[in-house]
Structures are given as C-alpha cells and as structure tokens.
C-alpha cells in the first residue's frame, strides 16, 4: 500500500540520515522519554491487535507492556507502532522503534546480517495449511497444483518454496502484504490454501465469514521461533528486554503470579526471593530496580498467564501450551536462572 | 582624454559588481553545497552500517531468492537469483504500466471528444464518467475492481467456460494457447511483407492525394492485407498453429494462458482513473482551437469527423502533449499501489518481498529510486521529442 512504501521510504531515510552517536543509550532514552516505542503487528488476534477505542491487546503486546513495566514502572507506558512484515526491520534498524514484538521467526539471515538481536522465543511456532473443507484435502502432501495465499516478506513465504520443491510439486504464489489482506484473498477464494504460522491460522481461521467452513492441514512444515528483537550494538538494552521474558518463564517456573506476589514475597524459597528482588541485585546489574520483576508479574503476569489470555484454549483461538509448555510439563519452555 | 570617457561609456564592472560573475559564485557555492551533503550523508549511512553490523553492498543480487512469484514475462523460478526478482518486478511494472498508458489514452480521447459532442446525453455521461472516477480516490478503485468485481466470478470448480476453450473465474482468465508447428515461419514472414507493402501504400496515397487531391482508401486496403495474407498463408501451408488448451486439475487449469485477476483489477482501475485526466486534457486542447479554425473546414465543405481530424486534433495537440506527458508519469508512479492487490511488480517484489528477505533496506531502496526515475525521465524525454515532431510549423 502507498502507506507502507512512505513508511518504508521514509525508514530508508531515517537509516540514511541517523547520527552516528546514539549507539547504546536505548535504556537512557526510553526512561528520558518516559515511554517505549515497540513495533507490533497491524492486527492479528491473539498476538497483537487494537480494539474499536485503540487498546491493544496479545501476547506480543504483553511482551511489549513487561519491557515497560519493568524499566519504567508502568505497563502502559507504551507507544505501539503497528507495522507490516515488510517494514519491521527497517523501522528497527532506523531506530524509529526501541523494540520489535511482531510474530518474528528468529533466522540466521536476520540475526547475523541484519544488525539486529532476537532476545528469546515468546512462542514456538509452526508453519502450516488452512484449507477449505470442501476441496475434500486432508494432506499438504495433495497440495500439487494449488493457488498459495501468503504474506509478503517472511519466512512463511521461504519455506512454502522450500516445501514444494522438495516434494516436486507446483504452486501459485498469492503474495499479500498484510496478513487480514491475505486471510481476505483465501475468504475470497482467490486461493485454495492460506498458509502461515499454525497460531496464526488458528486467528485469521476465526475471522473469516464461516470459520467452520476450513480447518488446518496437520502438516507442520517448518520451525518458527518467535520472539521480540533489538538493536544489535547495545548490550544493556538487549539483556534488559532477554533478561524480562525469563523472569516471566522463572515465574511461572515458580508459581509466581500476578495474584500471589505479594505473599510471594515472603516466601523461603531462595529462587522466588531473587527473582522478586529480595535478595539480590539482579535489577541492579541488569541497570533496573531490584523489584522490576514484582512490576513485571503485577502488572503483566508470569509466561503461563499471558499465554492464557491471549492465545489459550479460553480464547478464541483456542490453542493448547504444546511446545510453549515449561520443560517441567514436557514443553520445551526453559529459562536460564536468576542468579 | 580617458577619464572623460568614463561617465559615457562605462567599462567592465568591478567582478563583485558583476552579476554574471555573481550568480556563477553563487551557483558554485550552490552545488558545494549540495555535494557535501550528499557526501555527508552517504558516509555516515556506510560508518552506522558498518557500526550496527549491516551487511552492505550489491552481493546479496547474486544469492538465490528461493520464493514463488505468480507472474513473471521472462521465466523464473525460486532457484534463480535477487537479480532475476527484480528483473521480473521490473517487466511486470513496465507491462502493466506500458498497456494502461495505451488504453488510459484510447479511452480518455473518446471521452474528451464525447464530452464536447452535440449529443445531449453522449456529453452528459462523458462528464458523469469523468467526475465520479476521478474524485474517487486510486486506492479505492483498485479495491473496489479486485475484491468486489473481480473477486465475485465463480471459483474454478464453476468458471464460465467459452466455447469450451476459454475459462473465466476468479482465478483469472485462461485462453488457449498457440503453439507454432513448422510452416508457422511462412505465417510470419507473410506478414512483414504486408506490414511494409501497407507502409508503402500508405506513403504512396499520402502523395498522391498531396499532389493530385484524389484519396485512396489506404487505411481498409492495408487492414485486409494485414489481415488476409496471413490467413491465406495458414491454410495453404496446412494450419500449421496448434492451441494447448487449458484442462482443470484437481485445484485449476493447466496449460493455455492465464491472465491473473490481479493484473487484470489494476489494468482497468488505472486506465479508468488515468482516463478521466486524459479526457479534461484532451477537451481543453480542442477548446483551445479557435473556434473560426472549425468553421472555416467546415465551410470548406470538409465532413466534421474530417474537421476533427486533420483540423483541430492536430492544433490542440500542442496544448494536450505537456500535461498528457505527466499523467503518464502518474500512470507509472501509481502502478507501485500493485503491492495492494498483491500484483507482482517491481515494489512489491522487489522492494517488498527481497527487501524484506534480505534486509539490504539502503540498496534496494536506491535501486528501486533509480528505476522510477529512469521510467519517468524516458517518457518524457519521449514525449518531448513528439511534442517537437508536431509543433505547429509557422509559414
């Protein structure tokens, strides 16, 4: 859209025109403007989206809100910049934005030549088909021949590629730039298969004019971690926005939520006592309060919360932990420790 | 003496004094200027690329792109490399933009002319026509044609079949496809050779009507000739073209010629929009003949279509060529909403989808600058050079 190739253009420019000098002081400036500018998705249910009076709710938008809760002490104190796949990295690298949280795949391309660090994975992903119940398809392995609704600019896009070539089959790429864009092209039947991220099926699955009327291939065709990002070169801000995804994956880990923090507190358990700020200066070493955490789970919740919320199976895109469950429960959820 | 010839004829002014000189100091100042911001500029992007662990540089155009696109004139596939992206990017966006410039200008010329017709109801839809799609923003049409009008044909499962050959549905259009056996070549030939005999016949008329008044009717002869040999030619060397014609599979038609919806949704949106501009140009230039130019054809005894033709067209041309040169641009320019839609043209594939998969936002960008700027100064340099070719020749 016009929009899209302003923003970028004027990234572009950003990038061309950005001094030199505002290198590692993420953490300076975000507390000096008293609030974070994060990058999320445009609007995609579940993950990150904005309700009719601009409140904007998901699980990557929470990710966004702990970040702020902990450096700023207040979870609202965010700016969110919607952004297409195609700008997001632009919109980093140009320092128009102090974090991504936008359903990113964490790659080897994007972390060594882009200039940019994935901090962790707030979701493990899959890639896979949704297709109409009336083609009678139950396989992706049928798929030979098949109009592809995609998202222009990702991973998705690479690996739909990689799939049919490697089991010799044709396809037609249907490239949208936007993911409601391309849920409407597969609504509309211009395609046979919307493909994208499993979790983002389950979301767009729920906004079509009959939901019931497709259902997701089990075909899981690739890994897709998602997770915030940051600017490479500013190793503070990097640990700071690592540093509070796990301690929300500990929390949970420990059964610290958002309604026992207080009695939390008091508790004997050395491991609660440092990630609360008790006993330690974890906040201190990491340039934040000791109690950033007890902000963090007050405000936002431990991992296990913000995945119920926004994404469990209470929501409407009813999706199980699977993977995302901690490895305590067989997932594959593990944090490094406080300490 | 000298001094006396002072006052009466001055000599050269002091250099500060002179504006010549001055307004060279300033234009080199000027273009310092300039130079040094740009220079500026292009340093410190490379230092804070290099500083943030950007990796710079046009290599990236020789790595494999390893994505689909729908669409491409030359052949690609997801093996080939980012080069070959935006060479496809590339003739998408000439050929979408190349076909709207012609039927934007076919349609805006009838509807320029039907607005100034003596015809009540032919002049009011003209004008109907023009205010209703030119106050509705692009965006919206290219919307409206792709989702609403386009998006609305049956699936493939109920394309509406012609003749059992052809096929319409949202998936686009899908005719047979010619394939040229042996003796195709004569076909061929054929017709260059009535291609040069027609220019040759239109040449002759034009002479002889120059010099003895009488007209042939060069324009049917030549259109039979066209027409007729090779047809004739066909059936002599035995029908030598056979058509592959499309069949469904278990998800769409295989084989013919597909004509994607998309393609299809931002040819008409753009050639509707852009026509509307083409028309109000076209009807101030006629406006702009003096109206004694027609009255004297006329009484000539010159037929109006005659008048039109060789009398007014020619003069308002003059006024209609500048302003037409910049719709064309816009034209162009307006093509990159493709990206809307999903069309395959050069921002989207380029710009969008191996931007993105690269990351390399600074040379892509530049590339993609680089290439509207080209398209648009040879249009207009085009232009310009017709423009010359029909000035009025005062004698």
Known sequence: MKKTIMTMGLAATGLLAFAGSAQAATLEEVRDAGEMRCGVSNGLPGFSQPDSSGNWSGID???CRAVAAAVLGDADAVEFIPLTAAERFTALQSGEIDMLSRNTTWTTTRDASLGLNFTGTNYYDGQGFLIKTALGVDSAYDLDGAAVCTQAGTTTELNLADFFRAN??????IVFDTSEASAQGFDNNRCDVLTSDTSQLAALKTQLSDPESAEILPEIISKEPLGPVVRQGDDEWFNVVKWVLFGQINAEEYGITADNVDEMMDSDNPSVQRILGESSNMGEILGLDDDFMVEVITQVGNYGEMFERN????????????????????????APPFR | MSSDQGPLRPGNPKPWNDPRVRSLVFQIIAMAAVAWVGYTLFQNTITNMESRGIKTGFGFLNETAGFG?????IEYNETMTYSRTFLVGLTNTLLVSGLGILFATIVGFIVGIARLSTNWLVAKLALAYIEIFRNVPLLLQIFFWYFAVLGNLPGPRQATEVAGVAFLSNRGIIIPKPVFESGAGWMGMTLVIALIVSTTLVIWARRRQAATGRIFPAFPVSLALILGLPTLVYFLTGQPIGWDIPTFGTFRFTGGITAIPELGALLVALTIYTATFIAEIVRSGI??????????????????????????VPQALRVIIPPLTSQYLNLTKNSSLAVAIGYPDLVNVFMGTSLNQTGQAVEIVAMTMAVYLTISLSISLLMNIYNRAVALEER
Do not use: K
Not at chain 1, 311 to 334: A, C, K
């Open chain 2, 69 to 73: 696109i729908i669409m491409s004139l």
């Open chain 2, 287 to 312: 406006t702009s003949v003096s109206s004694g130019q027609t009255e004297a054809a006329l009484a000539l005894g010159l037929p109006p279509r005659r008048v039109l033709r060789l009398v007014v």
């Open chain 1, 168 to 173: 010799d089959m044709e396809y037609d790429a």
């Open chain 1, 61 to 63: 938008v929470d990710t």
């Open chain 1, 311 to 334: 994404v469990g199976p209470d929501t409407p895109l009813g999706l199980n932990r699977g993977n995302n469950e901690l490895w305590t429960e067989g997932g594959i959820l593990y």
